[in-house]
Structures are given as C-alpha cells and as structure tokens.
C-alpha cells in the first residue's frame, strides 16, 4: 500500500498533476508510521512541494514543518534550514507572517553557519519573499539579490528564477515599473529555458498583479490571461489571475465582465488571498453601480486581510471602503477609512495607495496635501488640475476615474461631459452626486438617462430576422436553409431561438408577432 | 436568496412594448430559474406618458438581477435590498402577463 501510493504520488508529480500528486503523498503518509525517519522526512518533504504548488497551504504548513522537525531529530542541519525557510511562503498566504518572519530567519541562521550552498540562497529568496509581501522595496531588492549572487555561483536556475522574480516585484512595487518588468521577464526565461513550472506561474502572477497594483493595466491584462492560460494547462490553481483580472476589469470600466469573474471565483475553491481581490472588485462595483451590499462585500474583504496586515490587501480594502462610504454620502467615514491605513501607506512609499487614501481624505475634508511621490493622477487631483488629472487617468484607460476627475473641473461643460460618462457606465451614485453639484452651482441638469425605447424589442439577431421574414412568407426550415446557404441544422437553431426570444410555441404566431413588430415591412 | 426592489421608470413608450418585455423577461427568468424568481411587478405611468415598471424580485445578488436585465434587454434604474415586507391587504386585481 504504501510503496504504492508512494510510487502514484512521484508518477503524478512528475507528470505534473500536482493535485493527484499531494493526495497520494497524503495517503502514503498515513501508512508510513514504520518507515525510517529520513523516508518520512523525504515523504513530508515532497508532499509541502505539491501541496504548496496546488494552493493547500495549510497542507505545506503540516508537511513542512514535521519534515523540518524530522531532520533536526536526525541531526540533518541542512535540510532542517531548508524545510524551515520553505515555511515562509505557506505561513504568508495564510496571514501567519509572524511565523513566517521566525521560520525565515531561523533558517537563514542555520544556514549560514555551514558551508554556503544552494539550500541558502533560497533561503535567501524565501526572505526576499516575505519582504516583497509586506512591500519593504529596498529589502525586497537586497534580499533577492543575495539570492541571484549565490544561485549564480553555485548554477541553481530555480533560485535563480525566484530571486530574480522578487527583485523584479519589488522593484516595480516602488515604482520603478521598467527595470522591475525587465527583471521579471528575466526570470521568466531562466524559468521557461530551465522548465521550473511553478517559476513560470510565479513569474506571470507577479508581471500582472504588480502591474495591476501600478495601474499599468493594459499590460497587467496581457499577463494576467498569460498566468491562467499557464495555470490551465499545469493543473495549478488559476484563481489568483481570475481574482486581478476581475480588479483590472472594474478599473477599465467592465463592470459586468468583472461581476462574472467574482462570480466565478466565489464559487470556486478559491483562497483567502484571491476572496479578497474579488471581494474588493465586488464592492467597488456595487459602490458605483449605486447597488446594495457594497459594504457587506467589503467586511467580508477587510475580515480576511485583518490577519495579515499588509498593505497591499489592507491597503486596498480601506480604499476601496472609503469609495464607497464617500459615494453614500458619508463623509466621516470615507474619511476614517482612509485614515485608517495612509501612516502604513506613507511608510511603505505606496505610489498608488497613499494617492487613493489622500484623495479621500481631500475630499472628505481632511487633508490639504499630500507628498509629491504619489501617483500622477492623484497629485494633480490634490494640486488643483482636475482636468489633468483626468487626462493621466484616461491615459491608463479608466473611463470611471476619467470621469470622477472631470466632474471635478471648474468648467461646467467638464462636469456634463463626466455626468454622460457616468450614465453611459452605469455609475448611478457618482451621476447623482454630480447632478447634486450641478444644482448647486445653478447650472441646467441634464436629465437622466433614458433607456432607449427598442424598435426590436425581442433583441433578435440580423440573421434571426432574416430567417423569420422567410418563416413568416411560409417557408419550410429546409427552404430557408437553401435560400440563405446554411446548413439544416444552423436554421433549426435559428427558428428556436427565435420563438424562444418572441416567447411564442408555433411558427403561425411568429409570424405574427414579426408583423407586429414591424419586421415584415422594409423589404 | 434576497429580495430585492428593482426601478425601471419610464422604460417603455407603450403598455404594449411592456408587455413584449414582460414576455422576454420571463422567459430569462425561466432559464436563470436558480439565480432569480420574479414575484410581482407594479406598472407605473410616468408624467411624460411612457410607462415604467416597479418590479420585486428574489436573487442571489444584484449581479443576478443585472444578468437577468441584461438578457432579457430590460432597463434598471436602481436596485434596493428588501430588508422587510408588511403586507396589509391583497394587491388589485392583477392584468395577466
């Protein structure tokens, strides 16, 4: 039983069905009470890789850590740091960092009392990780690039991938979005040349979230669909991808392809990270939409990024909580939440975060500047170039920031100009706030918008129109076919869809409708 | 499931242009059946003399009912949670859709 599933368990690794792969390690664990501690140790340790690899991070985290203890009863210092430093990653996603920060250096300790080698310098990389994370840039950078020296000198590609990796986010985290992007398409190639799988997968996930989180969104986008494509077709977890796309979405104003993809990543086995991306995706849409339960989405989102306290998740939430208290119509709450997490912001250098949270509370009345590092289009905000403002947004192709910078401007044709943007991307709280303005001013209100009385009510398609005027002159599927040069089997589904769509049983009433509809006339 | 008030002022120019919708609309309905169920609608008669619905649904979320919307081509001005319902007399006596 067990040299069976222990054989299953390397069989699907090595074929890439890392699912597979962790359940058989899993079930050759259960019966390897009488193995000898190295095989246990060895059992535990390949279980953590496939277990961390497919997103069972509470999995890795057990794995890991009896292996680490394994082999520190066997007097095996080596592997013990390296089990221990293989802790961060898993410790981090599951918001433990205070765990992850002890495994970490511990193992980097260990290590380095021995001979350097290759156990280090992903030891290294590990650190550069837990950096990157809580987005110290410069120790994110340092950290890696001790990695990369080692990895280069003793010829290990996968470290060398992963330091490379978290150089490169690091870097673009602080804004230095060329030499970041350049770092991780090297990493990418090192980890494509070498074939290291999950190396490829880290390096698309990093290329566009990191991209996402600067607003570089028509590149984030590209990415994106890039690492779930990879994900895919690897059996690897693509909710990570799914979750960003659906915030680069909001943040280019698809708003219902955005709602689908939070659709399906709450019904997906997603992990608290990618639930929190979605969550805030969620808010920010039904914030803007002027629909209920932006704030619901938004606990939820603020309860799974409590317990790891980083910016990036806290950072986002308390913004994307203070849009929509703000679009409520409440000011004091806007800004507390903005205030909640700007000093963490401020600290960090977070181009984009500490712009949000500024902005907020500039609106709400709590701030009059803000540093000059922060994003382009907030600090012209802040200056006073409302127009400017919505110039840069519209330059990183976001109609809905586009607009809110608009309805800023002193001009009044500025405002009406944003108001139609508005009606057009069914910002229904943020047209009311601006119709608001304008009365305010004594300016005319242009009235709201007016669903279009449809001449085609039934929503058929050109072809379905076709078909059915040739239906209405009593012709047979068969006969349609021929005339129109498609195939049986196209005209049958045309002529359900079109009785389906009339809500009609029989040919006879629809043509009738059609005639009531008026679709017999202009031939 | 959540119950939820949906505005649809002034969609429509005539009571019959509703009435294909309303044909549309269920239909959606009957294919989203898992997502949302239609409870009743109030037509209302606007001052410029189209017609507008006040609809009442259950769904899953606001998601749903702009899905639903969107395919069955029907407008939403404003979606509003339920959070109770008083009923203290029958509805009139209802036009059949």
């Known amino acids: ?523 | 499931m959540e119950t939820y008030v949906i505005l649809r002022r002034g969609g429509w120019r005539t009571a019959d242009d509703l009435q294909e919708a309303a044909a549309c609309s269920a239909a959606e309905g009957d294919r989203m059946s898992g997502d949302i169920r239609w409870i009743r609608s109030y037509v209302t008669a606007e001052p410029d003399g189209s017609v507008g619905t006040v609809c009442i649904y259950q769904a899953s979320s606001p998601e749903a009912i702009r899905e639903h919307a969107r395919a069955a081509q029907l407008p939403v001005d404003e979606i509003v949670a339920v959070a109770d319902t008083v009923v203290v007399g029958p509805d009139p006596a209802p036009a059949t859709v």
């Open chain 1, 1 to 523: 039983m067990l040299e069976h599933a222990t054989a299953a368990a390397v069989a699907a690794a090595a074929s890439g069905a890392h699912r597979e792969a962790a359940a058989q390690y899993a079930r050759a664990l259960r019966h390897a009470g009488s193995l000898p501690p190295e095989e246990r140790a060895r059992l535990f340790t390949a279980h953590g890789d496939e277990a961390s690899a497919t997103g069972l991070f509470e999995d890795a985290i057990h794995a890991r850590a009896e292996a680490a203890a394994l082999y520190r009863t066997l007097g095996d210092r080596l592997n013990e740091g390296l089990l221990l430093s293989r802790l961060t990653l898993p410790y981090m996603r599951t918001g433990r960092n205070a765990e992850a920060e002890a495994a970490s250096r511990t193992a980097i300790e260990i290590l380095e009392a021995l001979p350097a080698g290759r156990e280090l310098g992903e030891a290294y990389a590990h650190q550069a990780y837990a950096r990157m994370l809580a987005r110290d840039n410069a120790e994110g950078v340092a950290w890696g690039e001790r990695a990369v020296a080692l990895a280069e000198r003793v010829r290990d590609h996968d470290t060398l991938a992963y330091g490379l990796c978290m150089i490169g986010t690091s870097r673009v985290m602080a804004g230095e979005i060329e030499r970041g992007v350049a770092e991780l398409l090297h990493s990418l190639e090192v980890a494509k040349a070498h074939e290291l799988e999950h190396r490829v997968y880290a390096a698309y996930g990093m290329l566009g979230s990191g991209l996402g989180e600067m607003y570089e969104l028509e590149r984030a986008e590209r990415y994106l669909l890039e690492f779930i494509r990879f994900a895919e077709e690897n059996e690897l977890t693509p909710w990570y991808g799914v979750s960003w796309l659906a915030l680069v979405d909001v943040y280019r104003g698809r708003w219902d392809a955005a709602a689908a993809r939070v659709a399906r990543v709450l019904a997906g086995p997603s992990d608290p990270i990618s639930r929190i991306s979605v969550l805030i995706a969620l808010g920010r849409v039904r914030a803007r939409r002027g629909d209920p339960g932006a704030m619901d989405a938004l606990d939820e989102a603020l309860e799974l990024a409590r317990p790891g306290g980083h910016l990036q998740r806290l950072g986002h939430v308390h913004a994307a909580r203070a849009e929509a208290a703000w679009l409520a119509g409440d000011r004091e709450r806007a800004l507390a939440e903005a205030r909640a997490v700007y000093p963490l912001a401020l600290e960090k250098r977070h181009l984009w975060f500490a712009g949000e949270l500024a902005y907020w509370q500039w609106k709400a009345g709590g701030l009059d500047t803000a540093p000059d590092w922060i994003a382009e289009p907030y600090r012209l905000q802040l200056a006073g170039d409302a127009e400017g403002a919505a110039d840069a947004w519209d330059r990183r192709g976001c109609p809905y920031e586009t607009a809110r910078a608009r309805a800023e401007a002193d001009a009044a044709d500025a405002a009406i100009d944003a108001l139609a943007a508005f009606d057009g991307l069914g910002a229904r709280a943020a047209a009311t706030l601006t119709r608001e303005a304008l009365r305010a001013r004594g300016l005319p209100v242009p009235r709201g918008p007016r669903p279009a009385t449809r001449s085609n009510p039934a929503a058929l398609t050109a072809r379905e129109i076709e078909v059915l005027r040739l239906v209405a002159d009593g012709c047979r599927n068969a006969d349609v076919a021929q005339k129109l040069v498609l195939s049986r089997r196209t005209v049958d589904h045309h002529v359900s869809s079109i009785l389906r769509k009339l809500a009609v049983r029989t040919r006879g009433e629809a043509a009738a409708a059609a005639a009531r509809l008026g679709l017999l006339q202009d031939r």
